[in-house]
């Protein structure tokens, strides 16, 4: 039996012409053979760009990780989002299975003539106890002849791989956010211990200056002046104690710690160096870069939405079986009746037609959106990686030309101070000194903690940060 009668069959060419309206184009993904960044002498072995945090040699900025990936709130709601984008997909398909559910029923029926006369005729008696039972079971099954559900099927994996895509990223992320504030809070613990020296230096200097004062070897205007930079070495001690109480907390609340004290959080007053990067080509990006690989899941899902489209054109074949038992009893008579049935049906879509090609154009440019957010994606990956190799190169340059001026302004300092003791040197000398070497103390020591947190910036950049032997193959998109 023919199920395609001509009017089908014109109406399927008719969809194979509206279709071949929407169309796909080649997505550029193209980028330079090698990054535009200078290039550095290795400073230690590159670590591995899935567990780049361990390159820093640094037990506690490990531990921090692993302690936030297994119990962070934020790790425990990407994995809960991951479940539900699971719980999603498996839903997506379920329209092309079998539909139909069991059904049954009970009747019960006390008859009773109260006016004329009472029909006792058996099986049609108006008069008495009844019962009928029925169940029925009915299905409705689609035949996909067009492959309807292989373009259901591509959008629903597409989506998927970018929720675990989505996921990895924000684990990726989490580790970027505790190693930053880890290092955000070293560079702080440094600082005050800096202005805990420059109090005691400043209180020295106070002492100093006010036994010349007393003895007439000095003016009283010189203690207050350096009374004034005492004042003002305490606050800063106060304001520095206050923001690294601060970034503590927000680690430990990182960490799925928020409500330990601080002090099951000790912070080491002391930055490393920042480990080198590993030598890494701009084409990586496509295959590390979890919001690049996720941007390429959303075209494949909008690409296999647009073929949907296409083919809501076509007629749609229903197969309809199902299989039936009824028992009636009443007085003088009792049937107990088996049935089946098989149906099939057609939909030809005519005049859903001008809807249905709304629809099309619209996720036509649907997709060429996402075909365009991955091209961008492409190239804002490429600039994110070779802007941070510039600057990590420029911090680790500044950080070298800071510790060299650090050294020869303590040595300064240190001299002009003996100077003065013996008389040699005046006090404007003597704090001009001791403020240079403190102002590039301070330098040195923001310069190292930004070449740290830009290791952690360039690593993210690069694609680091997540298993890629886990990353959704180009099978599961399609």
Request: charged share 25%; glycine share 6%.
């Given at each position: 039996?023919?199920?395609?009668?001509?009017?089908?069959?014109?109406?399927?060419?008719?969809?194979?012409?509206?279709?071949?309206?929407?169309?796909?184009?080649?997505?550029?993904?193209?980028?330079?053979?090698?990054?535009?960044?200078?290039?550095?002498?290795?400073?230690?072995?590159?670590?591995?760009?899935?567990?780049?945090?361990?390159?820093?040699?640094?037990?506690?900025?490990?531990?921090?990780?692993?302690?936030?990936?297994?119990?962070?709130p934020d790790a425990r709601s990407a994995a809960a989002k991951l479940r539900e984008a699971r719980a999603t997909r498996a839903g997506a398909l379920t329209s092309f299975l079998p539909q139909g559910n069991p059904r049954g029923s009970i009747t019960e029926t006390d008859s009773k003539v109260i006016d004329g006369a009472a029909l006792n005729i058996p099986g049609l008696s108006s008069n008495g106890d009844s019962r009928t039972e029925t169940a029925n079971f009915d299905v409705s099954w689609e035949i996909d002849l067009f492959g309807r559900i292989f373009a259901a099927r591509r959008a629903a994996n597409a989506e998927m791989a970018a929720a675990?895509?989505?996921?990895?990223?924000?684990?990726?992320?989490?580790?970027?956010?505790?190693?930053?504030?880890?290092?955000?809070?070293?560079?702080?613990?440094?600082?005050?211990?800096?202005?805990?020296?420059?109090?005691?230096?400043?209180?020295?200097?106070?002492?100093?200056?006010?036994?010349r004062a007393q003895r007439g070897l000095a003016a009283s205007a010189d203690a207050d002046r350096v009374a004034g930079d005492l004042a003002q070495a305490r606050s800063q001690v106060a304001g520095l104690e206050a923001e690294l109480q601060a970034a503590r907390r927000n680690l430990l609340i990182l960490t799925g710690r928020g409500i330990e004290p601080l002090a099951a959080l000790p912070i080491d007053a002391e930055v490393g160096v920042a480990p080198q990067v590993p030598d890494v080509?701009?084409?990586?990006?496509?295959?590390?870069?979890?919001?690049?690989?996720?941007?390429?899941?959303?075209?494949?899902?909008?690409?296999?939405?647009?073929d949907y489209a296409k083919l809501a054109f076509f007629p749609?074949?229903?197969?309809?079986?199902?299989?039936?038992?009824?028992?009636?009893?009443?007085?003088?008579?009792?049937?107990?009746?088996?049935?089946?049935?098989?149906?099939?049906?057609?939909?030809?879509?005519?005049?859903?037609?001008?809807?249905?090609?709304?629809?099309?154009?619209?996720?036509?440019?649907?997709?060429?959106?996402?075909?365009?957010?991955?091209?961008?994606?492409?190239?804002?990956?490429?600039?994110e990686a070779e802007?941070?190799?510039?600057?990590?190169?420029?911090?680790?340059?500044?950080?070298?030309?800071?510790?060299?001026?650090?050294i020869r302004a303590r040595r300064a300092y240190e001299a002009s101070r003996k100077g003065y003791v013996a008389g040699f040197i005046d006090l404007q000398a003597t704090l001009d000194n001791e403020r240079a070497w403190r102002t590039v103390r301070t330098l040195k020591t923001a310069a190292q903690v930004q070449a740290l947190r830009r290791a952690v910036q360039t690593y993210k950049a690069l694609g680091g940060g997540w298993p890629l032997e886990t990353a959704p193959t180009n099978k599961e998109a399609r």
């Amino acid at each position: 039996m023919r199920l395609v009668t001509p009017a089908v069959g014109s109406v399927t060419g008719l969809a194979l012409m509206l279709s071949a309206c929407a169309s796909t184009r080649d997505v550029d993904t193209r980028l330079p053979a090698a990054y535009e960044a200078p290039s550095s002498p290795a400073i230690a072995a590159a670590p591995s760009l899935e567990t780049w945090w361990t390159g820093f040699d640094d037990p506690q900025l490990t531990a921090l990780i692993t302690e936030a990936l297994a119990a962070s709130p934020d790790a425990r709601s990407a994995a809960a989002k991951l479940r539900e984008a699971r719980a999603t997909r498996a839903g997506a398909l379920t329209s092309f299975l079998p539909q139909g559910n069991p059904r049954g029923s009970i009747t019960e029926t006390d008859s009773k003539v109260i006016d004329g006369a009472a029909l006792n005729i058996p099986g049609l008696s108006s008069n008495g106890d009844s019962r009928t039972e029925t169940a029925n079971f009915d299905v409705s099954w689609e035949i996909d002849l067009f492959g309807r559900i292989f373009a259901a099927r591509r959008a629903a994996n597409a989506e998927m791989a970018a929720a675990r895509l989505d996921y990895e990223a924000a684990r990726a992320s989490l580790a970027a956010a505790v190693a930053d504030g880890y290092f955000q809070a070293r560079g702080l613990a440094i600082q005050l211990d800096d202005a805990r020296a420059t109090e005691r230096i400043q209180a020295e200097l106070f002492r100093i200056v006010d036994i010349r004062a007393q003895r007439g070897l000095a003016a009283s205007a010189d203690a207050d002046r350096v009374a004034g930079d005492l004042a003002q070495a305490r606050s800063q001690v106060a304001g520095l104690e206050a923001e690294l109480q601060a970034a503590r907390r927000n680690l430990l609340i990182l960490t799925g710690r928020g409500i330990e004290p601080l002090a099951a959080l000790p912070i080491d007053a002391e930055v490393g160096v920042a480990p080198q990067v590993p030598d890494v080509l701009p084409g990586e990006l496509l295959a590390r870069r979890p919001d690049v690989r996720r941007a390429e899941a959303m075209l494949a899902s909008a690409l296999g939405r647009l073929d949907y489209a296409k083919l809501a054109f076509f007629p749609t074949f229903k197969l309809a079986p199902g299989v039936g038992l009824q028992t009636n009893d009443q007085p003088g008579y009792s049937a107990t009746t088996q049935s089946w049935s098989i149906g099939a049906n057609v939909v030809v879509p005519v005049l859903d037609i001008p809807r249905l090609l709304s629809e099309m154009k619209a996720q036509d440019a649907r997709s060429e959106q996402a075909a365009i957010a991955y091209e961008k994606a492409v190239q804002t990956a490429f600039g994110e990686a070779e802007n941070s190799l510039v600057q990590l190169e420029a911090d680790r340059r500044r950080v070298d030309l800071l510790t060299d001026g650090e050294i020869r302004a303590r040595r300064a300092y240190e001299a002009s101070r003996k100077g003065y003791v013996a008389g040699f040197i005046d006090l404007q000398a003597t704090l001009d000194n001791e403020r240079a070497w403190r102002t590039v103390r301070t330098l040195k020591t923001a310069a190292q903690v930004q070449a740290l947190r830009r290791a952690v910036q360039t690593y993210k950049a690069l694609g680091g940060g997540w298993p890629l032997e886990t990353a959704p193959t180009n099978k599961e998109a399609r």
